[in-house]
């Protein structure tokens, strides 16, 4: 288990089909919203990223939908940091509808820099603020073995 951030938040009319049900696509937002939330409580908004010429690009997604949610549902999400290493990130989330888990999902990252080509985030001074995110994940790896 990686480092982990719980966000609510209501379902709108317009993130519904003509079913009544969640569009499938708008779970990849809720990741979004997911990963930004987390970032912000661990004081490392995406703005500090960007404002150091650094990007962190999707290079994969996937979403295992369990049950569906539909208008005005109040969820959950948590977003968890599977990986966090100089290059690349990995992400996991579950999203619930109570105790009930909707959806599932995961996505895996690489920083780039301003030409859009990966790069090592220890060459930016953001690092340091990252690096104890690595060093506590690492421990809480260490512990749960």
């Known amino acids: 288990m990686g480092l982990s951030s719980k966000t609510s938040f209501r379902v709108r009319y317009s993130e519904t089909d003509q079913m009544g049900i969640v569009y499938h696509a708008n779970y990849f937002v809720w990741f979004e919203v997911g990963r930004s939330e987390l970032f912000r409580e661990l004081n490392l908004p995406y703005t500090q990223f960007e404002e150091q010429g650094i990007g962190l690009a999707v290079i994969e997604a996937s979403c295992r939908y369990r049950k569906p949610s539909r208008y005005d549902d109040q969820l959950v999400i948590i ?8 290059r690349a990130a990995n992400f996991s989330y579950r999203v619930y509808l109570e ?4 959806a599932e999902g995961k996505t895996v990252h690489v920083f780039i820099n301003q030409e859009g080509r990966p790069t090592d985030v220890r060459r930016y001074a953001i690092w340091s603020l990252l690096e104890p995110i690595l060093e506590q994940q690492k421990l809480q790896r260490s512990l749960s073995i």
């Open 79 to 86: 977003t968890e940091i599977d990986q966090l290493t100089a």
């Open 99 to 102: 105790e009930t888990l909707l």
